[in-house]
């Protein structure tokens, strides 16, 4: 796990240079003469090497270099306009932001957003010696470009596309739509042609995993729910909850009974045949009328932008068109709002998937009296989620693009904790993103954290297997004991008991913590030269951060009354305690 | 924004929580009659029972399958022969054999028959023992206020007044509770609280408001509580004499009641068991008579042991599960998911007691798809009436409006008491 000592270097101080290694490109490797008869089996021996490491790396993509990671160019005019406009809300709103906050914890804020883990301690050596300018743009982009953000992001914004149900197994593969997205993540393919092919997309759900979105609204006996599939697919990609419209009218907004079913009807020529998923055009959408109980036939329509939809194509080609039109700004809106909470752990607006009609009469929608939602946008107005839709539309609906302004920004970068003591004054801060909000890590977030924090390099797809097997083993248990927060993983939670017990008795963090020759905490509690490195160490790894001079006048005392041979058993307390602590499971 | 949140913090501090809280006062574990707090106890007969095997036999009819009934305690009752020993103490509850819903898929059932709301998909509701939990605190209580044993696929949960309210979910008590155990002796155990106390002073720091309200040193501490309370001697049944013991039966079922019963009487203000195994679409009688050797014991013991101690009072009981099971027998010799006329057992909290409700027909109109029959019962009940009343029993202003997370009112419950079962006072 850690590489050799280079002579007059200590351990703790080289972890960087390993990563340093893996990010320049490894010279090519000279061949030599060689005997025939050494040919045949130093073949094998190689070819044996080879396949070893084949399996203990595989997968071998996906690990980010400084070369192939740049970030994005020409962000700092999009990053300048949400500054401008946060800089506007908080002296309207009559607020003080918090203090721009620490690299590292901007680092931590970072990988766990995008990959679901803290970073390990080679990474935090690495970050700290990197001298250069612009480092966090920098390391956001490398970490934009590691296999473990496709899949961990893949896996958050799946949550809203096809929620999190397994699902009937023989025509349904979520584990498919998985990989398909982490793929499209990781080739950061421009976002409407996701929503065009998830929404269109023909054939089998093993062969073309983005069908798998429209069979997560098959069921064995009732055949596809159109209802189900509209309201998914209006919620997911245009952040409006309008399924309640399929039984009354929206409570907020302007979505009407009748408009539900004409959206609905855009899924109403689905058919199963043994080639896949494909279009029957002789198939009618018929729905029943509540009151006379007759069935008529309803033909697909738009409540609003009828213009944006053509007139050619499949049903589902033409509802695709129409929900990733240019001038549909909900589009924008919604994967803007969503990719917000998944950075901060809370949308801009909440929920995430019921925003309010964007501002101007062209998109409002149909206008019917009712009431509207609580955020809606006086006309002329400008949401933050048009700032930053219009600047993501304009720039090639460029996923890893966005992330990098929102990560730039100032709200991003602010501190979680402020002078302010009022709790209703630290409402509006949070409200208005003054201040770093404080949220609930996910299940997955908390095990990668702990696995990663048992571990002093990083765990990635470089890693051994047996630490990638713990890790996919041991987290589908340790999340459902955690408590899976389902689809709706944004919403603001609180911790509970079962968490508590699990987090101060449960194996796994018992395991991990264990002081033994290869855990972290055994190489911490044996190979650190003295307690205050020793102390130090154990914050880097579990916490991200140095111990401030309280705590070390605290634990500093607790270290050293038990040395040498009790060492272990101390370290084993400290990683305790730093693991059982609001700050470890909470984003800061 | 969560206000239930903040309830729930004000109630915590002002009731002074911390380390230092005194032991269970045995004597409140003693107090009976109108005086002690009422309690819920819900058999949930997870996968639908059929009513026609379990209180609502039609013997000699061509839906009645093979099924016979016999007389009860209450003049006029029979229920399915099946349930000799809850014969003899069914007059203790209510029948009620005219449930209507419109869910007859296991998911969205159960979502109603635990929260008496139809399946939202922009919320959820709380289930009955999270209202009950959340109105009704228990100071004194050192483990979880709401319990959900032997578990099933969808325990009941807080919904919007927040996952503290979840059931706290126990597989099988005589197993152990799960991480319960500290990992290392006392005295490291000190020293890692202590170190804790120090780590979360610093990033309290700045933060005093923010950490408050995740609930964090609350859980904890909660945790800890539980962890060496006195009170989790409720679930060692094995204190219980094997007179009682048997006659909840040697069945993990069995076992479950016994310890609802002994949480209740702790003060424990919900709980739930579970009997898995009712979802019979093939093989009906035989099912039910497999499941009724589970059921009639402890249920009829639960009731009697309950009415012995005088509990019963003030511990509403309720005997439900998602749906019942189609009338017409298919062709497995099983019957289907049936939401159109079904039964239940409620008494107890006060409640008046051999109260029988709703009828059904010996042959109702019997469509293929159940969900589109229009058979109805005679004096069809709808689920939230059920619920209203129970909450109302329970002490539960049961039509108080509430604030979701997104700022939406919401009633405890949307229906009416059902009159006919509350006691004229």
């Known amino acids: 796990m850690i590489p050799e000592t280079p002579q007059g270097v200590e351990w703790y101080q080289v972890a960087d240079a390993s990563l340093a290694g893996r990010m320049r490109h490894a010279p090519a490797t000279k061949g030599s003469p060689m005997r025939w008869n050494l040919l045949l089996p130093g073949a094998v021996l190689l070819a044996v090497i080879c396949l070893v490491s084949f399996v203990t790396h595989q997968p071998l993509k996906g690990v980010a270099t400084e070369e192939s990671a740049r970030p994005t160019a020409d962000i700092d005019e999009s990053v300048q306009k949400v500054n401008l406009f946060f800089a506007r809300r908080w002296a309207g709103e009559d607020l003080q932001s918090a203090k721009q906050t620490d690299e590292l914890t901007v680092l931590r804020r970072i990988t766990l957003a995008l990959m679901g883990t803290v970073p390990s301690l080679e990474e935090i050596r690495a970050f700290e010696q990197d001298r250069g300018p612009d480092r966090v743009p920098r390391w956001t982009a490398r970490f934009l470009h590691d296999r473990r953000y496709a899949e961990y992001f893949a896996e958050r914004l799946a949550r809203g596309f096809v929620g999190v149900e397994g699902g009937q197994f023989i025509v349904y593969r979520r584990d498919r739509f998985l990989n398909w997205l982490s793929d499209q993540l990781e080739t950061n393919r421009p976002y409407p042609e996701l929503v065009r092919e998830m929404i269109g997309g023909n054939g089998l759900w093993t062969d073309e995993p983005e069908v798998n979105f429209v069979m997560a609204g098959y069921d064995d006996g009732e055949g596809f729910n159109e209802n189900k599939l509209a309201g998914r697919a209006v919620r997911a990609f245009l952040g409006q909850r309008i399924d309640c419209a399929q039984c009354h009218d929206h409570p907020f907004d302007h979505w009407k009974q009748n408009e539900f079913a004409g959206l609905a009807a855009h899924f109403g020529q689905l058919k199963l045949s043994p080639v896949g998923v494909r279009e029957d055009r002789d198939l009618k959408f018929e729905v029943e009328d509540r009151n006379s109980l007759e069935k008529k036939v309803v033909e697909p329509a738009v409540p609003f932008g009828e213009k944006w939809e053509p007139t050619e194509g499949t049903r589902r080609e033409r509802l695709a068109a129409w929900v990733t039109h240019p001038e549909n700004r909900r589009l924008e809106r919604a994967i803007v709002n969503r990719v917000w909470g998944l950075l901060f752990g809370r949308s801009w607006i909440e929920p995430v998937d019921d925003l309010p009609d964007p501002s101007g009469d062209e998109i409002a929608g149909p206008k019917v009296d009712g009431a509207k939602h609580p955020k809606t946008m006086k006309p002329g107005e400008q949401d933050l989620l048009d700032v930053l839709g219009a600047d993501f539309r304009e720039h090639g609906y460029d996923l890893r693009r966005l992330i990098e302004v929102i990560v730039a920004s100032k709200p991003f970068l602010l501190e979680s904790k402020s002078d302010v003591d009022d709790a209703s004054r630290l409402d509006r801060m949070k409200e208005h993103f003054a201040i770093f909000p404080l949220t609930r890590l996910r299940p997955e977030q908390i095990i990668g954290a702990l696995l990663q924090a048992s571990s002093l390099t990083t765990i990635d797809q470089n890693s051994h297997l047996i630490s990638r097997l713990i890790k996919l083993t041991r987290s589908n248990d340790f999340v459902k004991e955690y408590g899976d927060l389902g689809e709706n993983e944004l919403e603001d939670r609180a911790g509970t008991i079962p968490q508590a017990l699990l987090r101060m008795n449960g194996n796994l963090v018992s395991e991990t913590i264990d002081a033994k020759p290869f855990t972290a905490s055994g190489r911490i509690s044996q190979m650190a030269p003295d307690d205050t490195k020793r102390l130090e160490l154990c914050y880097l790894v579990c916490l991200t951060r140095r111990p401030t001079p309280e705590e070390s006048a605290y634990f500093l005392p607790v270290l050293e009354e038990n040395r040498p041979q009790r060492r272990g058993l101390v370290v084993e307390d400290l990683y305790w305690t730093l693991f059982n602590s609001p700050e470890f499971a909470w984003n800061h | ?425």
């Not at chain 2, 013991?245 to 709980?271: H, I, K, N, P, S």
């Open chain 2, 1 to 425: 924004m969560n206000l239930s949140r903040r309830d729930l913090l004000q109630a915590a501090f002002a009731s002074g929580l911390s380390f230092a809280l005194p032991g269970l006062d045995l004597r409140a574990a003693e107090t009976r009659g109108d005086e002690r707090q009422k309690s819920l106890i819900v058999i949930w007969l997870g996968g639908g029972a059929s009513q026609l095997e379990t209180w609502d036999p039609h013997p000699g009819t061509k839906i009645g399958g093979p099924t016979k009934s016999i007389k009860t305690k209450l003049p006029g009752l029979e229920i399915a022969d099946l349930y000799p020993r809850v014969a003899e103490h069914i007059h203790e509850l209510n029948v009620i054999r005219s449930l209507v819903s419109k869910e007859g898929d296991h998911e969205r059932g159960t979502y109603l028959l635990k929260t008496g709301y139809r399946p939202d998909p922009t919320l959820i509701h709380p289930s009955l023992g999270a209202i009950a939990s959340h109105e009704l605190p228990n100071d004194k209580l050192e483990i979880p206020a709401h319990i959900s044993l032997l578990g099933g696929q969808f325990p009941a949960r807080g919904g919007f007044l927040g996952e503290i309210f979840d059931a706290f979910k126990i597989y099988d008590p005589s197993n152990g509770i799960r991480n319960l155990k500290a990992r290392v002796g006392d005295a490291r155990q000190q020293k890692r609280l202590a170190g804790l106390d120090i780590v979360t002073k610093s990033f309290q720091t700045g933060r005093r408001v923010q950490v408050e309200n995740t609930l964090h040193q609350l859980t904890v501490e909660r945790a800890l509580r539980m962890m060496t309370s006195e009170q989790l001697k409720a679930f060692e049944i094995d204190q219980e004499s094997q007179a009682i013991r048997d006659a909840y039966g040697d069945t993990q079922f069995g076992r479950g009641c016994l310890a609802a019963r002994r949480l209740v009487e702790t003060g424990v203000r919900a709980v739930e068991v579970t009997l898995m195994g009712w979802d019979t679409h093939a093989n009906n009688f035989e099912g039910h008579k497999t499941q009724a050797k589970e059921l009639d014991p402890a249920l009829a013991a639960l009731v009697h042991d309950l009415k012995q101690r005088d509990l019963l009072a003030s511990t509403l009981v309720l005997c439900i599960g998602e749906f019942g099971r189609t009338p017409k027998i298919n062709g497995l010799d099983g019957r289907d998911h049936w939401p159109r006329g079904f039964s239940c057992l409620v008494g107890g909290g006060g409640l008046r007691s051999g109260v029988v409700l709703g009828e059904t027909d010996t042959e109702p109109l019997i469509e293929q798809d159940a969900n589109k029959s229009t058979a109805m019962p005679h004096d069809p009940i709808e689920v939230p009436d059920l619920f209203a009343t129970i909450l109302r029993q329970l002490g539960v202003e049961f039509d108080k409006e509430v604030l979701t997370p997104i700022g939406r009112p919401m009633k405890f419950s949307s229906g009416k008491p059902i009159e006919r079962l509350i006691a004229s006072t």
